[in-house]
Every structure is written in C-alpha cells, then in structure tokens.
Nanobody, 126 residues
C-alpha cells in the first residue's frame, strides 16, 4: 500500500486560511475516496471533509460548512483541503486518509479508511 502524505501545515494567524495537500507516492488519488480528519490534544478525532472517486461528491463536517473546500488538483493526483476563517479551536493534527476498498464513495467515518498519513500540524495563534 502506497502511503499518503500530508503537507501544508504550520502556524496561522486567527482569521487566516490554510491549504493542505494529500498525495500518495507513485499512486494517483483520482481512483480513491479520500478524507481529511483532525485531532486536537485531549479530543476525539473529527471528520472534516471527504471526496468520492465515483462522481466527485464531497461532504463536510458541520463545523466547517461554508468555510472549507475539498478538491482534486495536480491532474487529480492530489487532494487539497482549504479552510478559511480559522480560530484557535482549529488547532490540531490534520490527517489525510485513503479508502482502498468499497465502491469509491467517501464517508465521514474514519473507520472506513485504511491508509492514513502521519498528519501535519496546524496551529492557529497570534
């Protein structure tokens, strides 16, 4: 299984935006459902968004609706997550996950994904 790798995290000021990328070495993600999740210290993992490989359907967690966009880029080899209007509550380790099984539809359930990256830290602070 080719691992997935996240990039793009860092220190962001409140009110700012982030763009995170998910790639898989030697594998195009166009054929897979991909999800973005996050986990803050002492908190449970949250589902942010996902994108299907079948029809490009996208889904978002309630806490990011209206301020987030997931898309396929770079010839569809990359899945990108944009988030805007960040607050300190958005500080967390952000993970990308790939679903190698199923019909290509994505879900917001972490247990439906079998390949996870190591995460990229996002810290929102002034």
């Amino acid at each position: 299984q080719a691992p997935v790798v996240e990039s793009g995290g860092g220190l962001i000021q409140p009110g700012g935006s982030l763009t995170l990328s998910c790639t898989a070495s030697g594998v195009s993600l166009v054929h897979y459902a991909v999800g973005w999740f996050r986990q803050a210290p002492g908190k449970e993992r949250e589902a942010i968004s996902c994108i299907s490989s079948t029809d490009g359907s996208t889904y978002y967690g309630d806490f990011v609706k209206g301020r987030s966009l997931i898309s396929r880029d770079n010839g569809e080899r990359t899945v990108t997550l944009q988030m805007h209007k960040l607050t300190p509550e958005d500080t967390a380790l952000y993970y990308c996950a790939r679903r190698d099984w199923g019909n290509g539809d994505c879900t917001l359930r972490g247990e439906d994904y079998n390949v996870w990256g190591r995460g990229t830290q996002v810290t929102v602070s002034s």
